[in-house]
């Protein structure tokens, strides 16, 4: 049984880092083969106030879609339930919503996050979704040729004006464009030159989320502050929806999914923990040793394992498509020789750790 009591801080700091790190074993009686890699992914800040009305008087809203997922956006969480039905499970959010998870077909994956009763923003990852006007699949080109992508995304909620600051890396990756009062971002898989997946949400959430370099100018829209219990809550629920993505894209690789085993997800936690009370970031615990040696105190039989993690992410879907566009990652995400995978989320560290079993 996985502890939890210990003290946790939400991180609000002026400087986020999201950052990821992979490591392979591959083990042969009493000798591993470990390959580490360092990935900086990306650099998200919350500036100050200053300049913050300096908005592009060019920036003209698309219009709504006239179909597809975008439209619930805002509407009561009945609707949802009248189209796709009573979702698998709801899980909570550090957002102040709840996750209404979808995986029935990983072909349909879908979350859509409720507050207050109300669609607030929703994750759609499966191929066959409406995501109107965009496709999952679709190739970049034809995204970037029909549609104008501002590096400054301007917007005002009771009063308060804001302005996220997308840099060269966050167009490429994750571009935003609004259509009416909802704002979409798109997770291109780099690789493969397609849309991954989309994000819909309303401007409150967007501004909570903070996703991109942030100028504001008047009240900063919070998170809600969470007791221990419910951060607790979040995380395992994180872990769970990082373990459904995972396999969501697994399938859509053509790659057998993964089976949930609670014993390397203890490791995994257990690592995840390990990096934030010691404000360390790395797959060797000075404590507690590299991956093989976890895993041996834990006593898992395995032919190879793997791991991946990282920290300061916005959510589950965020790390997965993260991870997806860094090769390490990618490669330990889609490899076909792995068989079981645990996950561990704790304080805003996330740990992945692959297994292919020994054979009976």
Same mark, same amino acid.
């Given at each position: 049984?996985?502890?939890?009591?210990?003290?946790?801080?939400?991180?609000?700091?002026?400087?986020?880092?999201?950052?990821?790190?992979?490591?392979?074993?591959?083990?042969?009686?009493?000798?591993?083969?470990?390959?580490?890699?360092?990935?900086?992914?990306?650099?998200?800040?919350?500036?100050?106030?200053?300049?913050?009305?300096?908005?592009?008087?060019?920036?003209?809203?698309?219009?709504?879609?006239?179909?597809?997922?975008?439209?619930?956006?805002?509407?009561?969480?009945?609707?949802?339930?009248?189209?796709? %039905?009573?979702?698998?499970?709801?899980?909570?959010?550090?957002?102040?919503?709840?996750?209404?998870?979808?995986?029935?077909?990983?072909?349909?994956?879908?979350?859509?996050?409720?507050?207050?009763?109300?669609?607030?923003?929703?994750?759609?990852? %499966?191929?066959?979704?409406?995501?109107?006007?965009?496709?999952?699949?679709?190739?970049?080109?034809?995204?970037?040729?029909?549609?104008?992508?501002?590096?400054?995304?301007?917007?005002?909620?009771?009063?308060?004006?804001?302005?996220?600051?997308?840099?060269?890396?966050?167009?490429?990756?994750?571009?935003?464009?609004?259509?009416?009062?909802?704002?979409?971002?798109?997770?291109?898989?780099?690789?493969?030159?397609?849309?991954?997946?989309?994000?819909?949400?309303?401007?409150?959430?967007?501004?909570?989320?903070?996703?991109?370099?942030?100028?504001?100018?008047?009240?900063?829209?919070?998170?809600?502050?969470?007791?221990?219990?419910?951060?607790?809550?979040?995380?395992?629920?994180?872990?769970?929806?990082?373990?459904?993505?995972?396999?969501?894209?697994?399938?859509?690789?053509?790659?057998?999914?993964?089976?949930?085993?609670?014993?390397?997800?203890?490791?995994?936690?257990?690592?995840?923990?390990?990096?934030?009370?010691?404000?360390?970031?790395?797959?060797?615990?000075?404590?507690?040793?590299?991956?093989?040696?976890?895993?041996?105190?834990?006593?898992?039989?395995?032919?190879?394992?793997?791991?991946?993690?990282?920290?300061?992410?916005?959510?589950?879907?965020?790390?997965?498509? %993260?991870?997806?566009?860094?090769? %390490?990652?990618?490669?330990?995400?889609?490899?076909?020789?792995?068989?079981?995978?645990?996950?561990?989320?704790?304080?805003?560290?996330?740990?992945?750790?692959?297994?292919?079993?020994?054979?009976?």
């Amino acid at each position: 049984m996985r502890l939890r009591t210990l003290s946790r801080i939400l991180i609000l700091s002026v400087v986020f880092l999201t950052i990821g790190f992979y490591v392979s074993i591959n083990e042969k009686d009493d000798n591993s083969k470990v390959l580490i890699k360092d990935d900086h992914m990306a650099e998200m800040k919350q500036s100050t106030p200053q300049e913050a009305d300096k908005t592009n008087k060019n920036q003209t809203p698309m219009e709504k879609p006239k179909e597809g997922l975008a439209l619930l956006i805002g509407q009561d969480v009945s609707n949802l339930e009248k189209e796709f %039905g009573t979702p698998v499970r709801i899980d909570e959010s550090m957002y102040g919503y709840q996750w209404y998870i979808y995986n029935q077909s990983y072909n349909r994956y879908l979350q859509v996050g409720v507050e207050n009763n109300r669609v607030v923003t929703i994750f759609a990852l %499966g191929e066959g979704l409406n995501v109107a006007p965009f496709e999952i699949g679709q190739p970049v080109e034809e995204i970037f040729n029909t549609q104008f992508f501002d590096t400054n995304i301007n917007l005002k909620v009771n009063g308060n004006t804001y302005r996220f600051e997308l840099n060269d890396t966050d167009l490429n990756l994750r571009p935003m464009v609004q259509m009416g009062n909802i704002f979409v971002q798109l997770y291109i898989d780099k690789f493969t030159g397609n849309l991954s997946s989309v994000r819909f949400l309303d401007a409150e959430t967007l501004v909570k989320q903070r996703p991109y370099e942030l100028v504001y100018r008047g009240q900063l829209i919070k998170p809600p502050v969470l007791s221990e219990e419910m951060i607790n809550l979040v995380d395992q629920s994180t872990e769970q929806e990082i373990f459904d993505i995972t396999n969501a894209l697994r399938v859509r690789h053509k790659v057998k999914p993964l089976v949930w085993d609670e014993r390397i997800a203890e490791v995994a936690f257990e690592h995840s923990r390990d990096m934030a009370e010691n404000n360390d970031f790395s797959h060797t615990s000075k404590k507690f040793g590299d991956l093989a040696n976890r895993l041996k105190t834990a006593k898992v039989a395995y032919q190879t394992a793997g791991e991946n993690i990282a920290a300061k992410y916005t959510d589950g879907p965020a790390v997965v498509e %993260g991870w997806l566009n860094s090769k %390490g990652h990618r490669d330990s995400l889609l490899n076909k020789e792995y068989s079981h995978l645990g996950v561990g989320v704790y304080d805003e560290y996330f740990t992945q750790n692959f297994i292919r079993k020994t054979e009976d």
